[in-house]
T-cell receptor, first 115, second 114 residues
Framework: AQSVTQPDIHITVSEGASLELRCNYS??????LFWYVQSPGQGLQLLLK??????LVQGIKGFEAEFKRSQSSFNLRKPSVHWSDAAEYFC?????????????FGPGTSLSVIP | DAGVTQSPTHLIKTRGQQVTLRCSPK?????VSWYQQALGQGPQFIFQ???????QRGNFPDRFSGHQFPNYSSELNVNALLLGDSALYLC?????????????FGDGTRLSIL
């Protein structure tokens, strides 16, 4: 069965500092992976996705993530954080079964940004 | 291009009542999935509808049921509401059950049980 862990419940960074949010997954085959962001009271917005190919994936808002199969990780990075990046971030792992896809979300990491 | 729309935005019910939440998928999408997101947690999968049938289900009791209409819109019904059903209910849409593509989410319905 798939599972996702996000070891950091809450992270605080200063504006302009770099950011890395950790994500580890468990799945027997090659999964497809996502990062979503959620602002308070809003739905989830897709930041980036990995299905296959290049393991370094570029997303929106200057975010990128790297798939490392050997470490079962898909960490999200941004070189310089903006105050507007403060939000909840969710890593998700999906797998295509015989007739449907199944997506499991991690518990989320809350990001605070100090001006 | 309209995204995923959900209604109502907020809802307050009391224990034992029944509720219906509605979702219209993104234009071009034919698959709808429903998630429950409790405060401070990640979304938990409830079920997915494709071709007007429930295709898969998460670990939710039968009190949670759904429907998909020919125009691909969907409803989530919850009977005999419990305090623990208080959550943000998210609808996500995709095409052909989402194979090799991400889901698009609506802004959710905030359900409060008193």
């Amino acid at each position: 069965a798939q599972s996702v862990t996000q070891p950091d419940i809450h992270i605080t960074v200063s504006e302009g500092a770099s950011l890395e949010l950790r994500c580890n997954y468990s799945y027997g085959a090659t999964p497809y992976l996502f990062w979503y962001v959620q602002s308070p009271g809003q739905g989830l917005q897709l930041l980036l996705k990995y299905f296959s190919g290049d393991t370094l994936v570029q997303g929106i808002k200057g975010f990128e993530a790297e798939f490392k199969r050997s470490q079962s990780s898909f960490n999200l990075r941004k070189p310089s954080v903006h105050w507007s990046d403060a939000a909840e971030y969710f890593c998700a792992v999906g797998a295509w079964k015989t007739s449907y896809d199944k997506v499991i979300f991690g518990p989320g990491t809350s990001l605070s940004v100090i001006p | 291009d309209a995204g995923v729309t959900q209604s109502p935005t907020h809802l307050i019910k009391t224990r034992g009542q029944q509720v219906t939440l509605r979702c219209s998928p993104k234009s071009g999408h034919d698959t709808v999935s429903w998630y429950q997101q409790a405060l401070g947690q990640g979304p938990q999968f409830i079920f997915q509808y494709y071709e007007e049938e429930e295709r898969q289900r998460g670990n939710f009791p039968d009190r949670f049921s759904g429907h998909q209409f020919p125009n691909y819109s969907s409803e989530l019904n919850v009977n005999a509401l419990l305090l623990g059903d208080s959550a943000l209910y998210l609808c996500a849409s995709s095409f052909r059950q989402g194979r090799n593509q991400p889901q698009h989410f609506g802004d959710g319905t905030r359900l409060s049980i008193l």
